[in-house]
Structure formats: structure tokens, C-alpha cells
């Protein structure tokens, strides 16, 4: 069972503090990784994108991939009310004809 | 922006009635998903498509089936609508292969009673 997990908050986070999400998976040879940002009754947007170990920086947000721990992070520096949103982690299978299993979404509250 | 509209937005159906709903894609992309949203679920995928009338089975297909006769359409539908199918729907495309950026319709918020 391929399974994507997400700590579902809400979290709150003062305006102008770094936001923490966080995203653990069930197998090692996933390769792809995504971020999407949901506002509430909107659909997905991609935010980011981590396909290798390590951190990769778009403005302010930065994703973590760890494959070792099977743990993938997306920091939000300079939270702004804007960032209020749910954010959804997914990720792609190899064996699952490359679908992607998506994470029940993390709600985050900035607060001003 | 993907131009990838939905229809319709919002339905109210009752119990035992077939249900269609449409996703139209101006893109050209090869892959188009179905997509259903339940708090505490996140998205779980329906069925997908990976071209004209090339359809798969996703995790929670019973129920659904789908049809792509053209690139841009791909319809959907609730052969005989149950309350447990009460959801919002989202249709997605994708231009390539994975990994790439899936692409996200406005949704349809379908209510069965």
C-alpha cells in the first residue's frame, strides 16, 4: 500500500516567521516529489517540484528531500497572510504506472 | 495557466441517476486524470487517461467509468450515483510523461441525495 503522509494542523504561524511542513512516504524508490498549495475552494497549483537529495530554493520557499528517511519538507520563509492556504505533498510511484499518491494536505494559518 | 475548464460546476442529483461530467482541455495535453477530494482523504485518483481512448483504472474507480474520444475531452461518469459518491471532482492534465506538473480544472462539487 503506497502511502503518502501529512501531519493535517491547522498550523499556525506568526506573519513574517519560517512555516515547517512536513511529508513522509512508504517507498524508498519514489523519485518525484511534488508541493501543491490548495486555497480553500480552489483547485491545486504546483508550488514546487524535487526529484534529488537536498534543498532547492524557489523565492521563498525552499523544499527538503531526504530518500533516506523518506521525509520531504517545504519551508516558507517570510510567511505572509497569503500563504494561508492548505498544502498538499505528492508523490510518484514507479511502479504504479508513475500515478501520483497525494498526502491528505496540511492546513496552514498565517497570522498577521 | 493550463487552459482546462470543467462542467459542471455544480450538481445535485439523486440517488440511482447516471451522472456525467466533462473536462475540456485546450492544451493538447497527452494525460488527463479524474480526481475525487473528501476531507481527511486528500485526492484520490478515479481513473486517467494516456491518450485518445487509452483509459486505466485508478485507486478508487468502482463505481466510474470514463471515456476520451477526443485530446481535449474527457468525461466522467457516475453510472448509477450513490450518496457515498457525494465529492468534489477534479479533473487534471499533464503535458508529458511523469514526472511533470499536473495541471488542475476549477472542480465540480456534485452532491447526491
Known amino acids: 500500500q503506497k502511502e503518502v503522509e501529512q501531519n493535517s494542523g491547522p498550523l499556525s504561524v506568526p506573519e513574517g516567521a519560517i512555516a515547517s511542513l512536513n511529508c513522509t512516504y512508504s517507498?524508498?524508490?519514489?523519485?518525484?516529489f511534488f508541493w501543491y498549495r490548495q486555497y480553500s475552494g480552489k483547485s491545486p497549483e504546483l508550488i514546487m517540484s524535487?526529484?534529488s537529495n537536498g534543498d532547492k530554493e524557489d523565492g521563498r520557499f525552499t523544499a527538503q528531500l531526504n530518500k533516506a528517511s523518506q521525509y520531504v519538507s517545504l519551508l516558507i520563509r517570510d510567511s505572509q497572510p497569503s500563504d494561508s492556504a492548505t498544502y498538499l505533498c505528492a508523490v510518484s510511484f514507479p511502479d504504479s504506472n508513475y500515478q501520483l499518491i497525494w498526502g491528505a494536505g496540511t492546513k496552514l494559518i498565517i497570522k498577521p | 495557466d493550463a487552459g482546462i475548464t470543467q462542467s459542471p460546476r455544480h450538481k445535485v442529483t439523486e440517488t440511482g441517476t447516471p451522472v456525467t461530467l466533462r473536462c475540456h482541455q485546450t492544451e493538447n495535453h497527452r494525460y488527463m486524470y479524474w480526481y475525487r477530494q473528501d476531507p481527511g482523504h486528500g485526492l484520490r485518483l478515479i481513473h486517467y487517461s494516456y491518450g485518445v481512448k487509452d483509459t486505466d483504472k485508478g485507486e478508487v474507480s468502482d463505481g466510474y467509468s470514463v471515456s476520451r474520444s477526443k485530446t481535449e475531452d474527457f468525461l466522467l461518469t457516475l453510472e448509477s450515483a450513490t450518496s457515498s459518491q457525494t465529492s468534489v471532482y477534479f479533473c487534471?492534465?499533464?503535458?508529458?510523461?511523469?514526472?511533470?506538473?499536473?495541471?488542475f480544472g476549477p472542480g465540480t462539487r456534485l452532491t447526491v441525495l
Open positions: 524535487i526529484y
Open positions: 487534471a492534465s499533464q503535458p508529458g510523461q511523469n514526472p511533470d506538473t499536473q495541471y
Open positions: 517507498d524508498r524508490v519514489s523519485q518525484s
